[in-house]
């Protein structure tokens, strides 16, 4: 087992370091559903903690691993997402949750296109409110994480640069 915090560069290089090899390079790192926030009035430097790690966090451990993964044959990056991060859907509350997470989608775009050409297939899915530290109530664990699972088995011909959940497509 490596040891990682993906908020600090130092623990990203080590694991990277550690890691001979990488197929799926899952980021599912996130902190700080702010509920009690709006953007008006929020705490920047929680704010500034969320992006440090929901954003940020995926963003340097992709950087990190890259390497493994322009080795690997079927390489996948899957960045665990949320609605909350949808422009789409996108009304008030939970400032720092939802920029860190709309980030992230945008984060998820970019790094497609420019991997496509290494084969890397880099796609972003929603859970769904899931039943964990984040959030509790919600649907089970298993049901939230068959959306990853599904998109770290996708076929090399399969979509990237998309935002998922269950399988099906979801509005940026």
Known sequence: ?????????ASVERAAAEIATLDILVNNAAILYDTWARAATA????VHAALETN?????RTTQAFLPHLRRSA???????????????????????????????????????AEL???GILVNAVCP???DTDMGQGGRPVEQGAASVVWAAE?????PTGGFF?????LDW
């Open 1 to 9: 087992m490596v040891q990682l915090d993906v908020a600090d560069e």
């Open 43 to 46: 705490d920047l430097d929680e």
């Open 55 to 59: 954003l940020f966090g995926a963003w």
């Open 74 to 112: 079927h390489a996948r990056v899957v960045n665990v997402s949320s609605e909350s991060g949808s422009l789409n859907g996108m009304s008030g509350g939970t400032p720092a949750y939802s920029v860190s997470k709309a980030g992230l989608n945008a984060l998820t775009r970019i790094l497609a």
């Open 116 to 118: 496509r050409g290494d």
């Open 128 to 130: 769904g409110w899931t």
């Open 154 to 158: 996708l076929p090399d011909d399969g």
């Open 165 to 169: 959940r269950d399988g099906r497509a």
